[in-house]
């Protein structure tokens, strides 16, 4: 992923900070890489219009418009439930490869495998990088991670599209920022698009996720003190809690981090699942990693991105008391509450490991 | 799977209860499809002799010797960790295609899809049958079991290979004994080899585990009072935790059956795992269900396959007093107390639903 990516970034008529998690991610992380946003829905504004960041990057309403700004690549920007290619988006992602624009996506659909696209692909040149694609040879997992010096740490969170990801990103520069030698290990195509590796926990054979898992906490320990392992899902999440334990179990973190939207009441996408109080998850968290290995939860990460700043400041004060935690929102504020926490529990056990040593 | 199939089951150096799951599970409940075991380990003996069930059917030292009892199709009789094919026992597969039996596998290396295999078997008219190969389409899981009138009964237990189906099919012939309309959803290679239908959960995509069960839970509702679904793996497995919580939510049960084998300690394939108390890990079950919709656990289902009658009869004793539930070994004696409680549940729960409607 060397190569200078010029990415036009396809969201048709959802570009949005949740309805276009990849785009939107990829234009906080590594804005240098977006050269315009493809919505006609929101033609002729900027990233920074939408999504409130992202600053000048300009929304177009064709690819064809896209071109005067120099794409070298189509970026798909959403990852929507059940991962399909939305199929009113084949004739632009079509087009795209004829323009010789490589093709990045993080869809459940491997574009690579799509039989017409991938023909004309091959025959433009064009490289097809489906992010989600597990690697071959995944073993299950062992519980190798018990064995690891580095302290692994999880987010988690009350359902998807929560800030898992994000916080996880800003607890990294948080914590480069006061020495610590930090890795992220990405889970989903996001994480993996930013980071430039990681395996996508949710698109491998069920009885592999463990092990997607461990293999990549595995690597990430290698040169770090803390690795910060992405979250998926909830635990409560009717569809892909499966995954988010197989991740748990899988990574065997040694404390959590609990990522929450205060004016989320109940699952985004299943309003028959009401969110439990933040103690009686953070409970429950606990509870299923101490099957396995105890780990804390540390600290709560909120996402108050539809808050006033008085609303936000509120909710982190009201999480804060309600759990006995330190609570911020780690990307509109200093992510330094929760980064202090995380410090302060490496240190502490790092300091028992070398007493028991 | 109407054909009259008659198995030469392939457990080479691996026939036994636990280690051959699929083998024993397959002479358990339709011994009428396996004329043949092969382990040349056991040479001589019959499946009475190693497994304690399955009368006379002769265990041979070669596929060339089975090929005096008749058969027309080769079991891999084994489901190891991973899933993999064992390179040696490559040789007899290829054999026993170009001998014109079909192959019958419940590996997640998909036979059909190897390349030398699947020639020989194409060149030679011979169907592989890849029993865990998922079907395409599945959507990730909704809720949609909430809609049932069928009362979903879920089998969980302490750790894999310890009674989850088989309990599961002892409560199914229990059932109908007393004239409920019953199904059973295979999620497991050998449970749908027994049944003749089912989804492999272990073996989709993760993200679709939870659609895979919802799926599957759906058809066998349609037609049932009661339906069993066949549980996987246990929520304290370092390696499958996943595709157990994705199973739970993607089923939905209205109540539980906990599988537990007296005599292990720890889990089978990870030592560094102590097995909690029965009474701790029916409240974890009972919590992570509820997170979605209240499911109690009904009953205790024993395996005391490993301990003398007297043994066994004091360990069921045990587990009922601990747990205050009812507890038997489904298989080793009458299953009545499990099938009342399921009965009762169910009953009530049809009152309460007349009632409220």
Request: proline residues 5%; aromatic residues 4%.
């Amino acid at each position: 992923m060397s190569r200078d990516l010029k990415f036009v970034a396809l969201a048709e008529g959802l570009f949005g900070p949740l309805t276009s998690k990849t785009a939107a991610s990829c234009i906080r992380y590594t804005p240098e890489r977006v050269v315009a946003v493809l919505d006609s829905s929101h033609a002729g504004e900027t990233a920074q219009d939408v999504l409130g960041f992202g600053g000048a990057i300009p929304i177009v309403a064709s690819l064809q418009e896209s071109f005067r700004f120099g794409p070298n690549a189509l970026l798909i920007g959403i990852a929507p439930q059940g991962g399909k290619l939305p199929e009113s988006w084949r004739d632009t992602i079509r087009s795209a490869i004829e323009q010789k624009l490589d093709i990045w996506s993080g869809l459940h659909t491997f574009i690579s495998e799509d039989t017409e696209l991938a023909q004309i692909a091959a025959a433009s040149g064009v490289e097809i990088h489906d992010l989600r694609k597990p690697p071959g040879q995944i073993p299950v997992s062992r519980g190798l991670t018990r064995d690891t010096t580095a302290t692994i740490v999880l987010t988690v969170g009350t359902d998807c599209n929560i800030g898992k990801m994000t916080s996880a990103l800003q607890l990294r520069d948080g914590l480069k920022r006061i020495g610590r030698r930090v890795a992220f290990a990405g889970t989903g195509q996001t994480g993996i698009l930013i980071e430039g590796w990681g395996i996508s926990v949710d698109a491998v054979v069920a009885d592999f996720i463990g092990g997607a898992a461990e293999q990549l906490t595995l690597d990430a320990a290698k040169e770090a003190d803390i690795v910060l392992v992405e979250g998926q899902g909830s635990l409560i999440h009717p569809s892909y809690s499966g995954v988010t334990l197989g991740l748990m179990h899988g990574s065997l973190p040694h404390a959590m981090v609990m990522c929450a939207q205060p004016s989320r009441t109940h699952l985004r996408n299943h309003d028959w699942v009401k969110i439990p109080p933040l103690t009686d998850l953070i409970r429950l968290h606990e509870t299923m990693a101490a099957a396995l290995r105890p780990a804390p939860v540390l600290a709560v990460a909120l996402n108050t991105y539809d808050l006033s700043d008085a609303e936000a400041k509120k909710a982190i004060a009201r999480a804060a008391e309600e759990t006995g935690l330190p609570a911020t929102d780690a990307v509109r504020y200093d992510p330094a509450p929760i980064v202090d926490a995380l410090e302060a529990f490496h240190q502490t056990r790092l300091s028992a490991s070398s007493v028991s040593a």
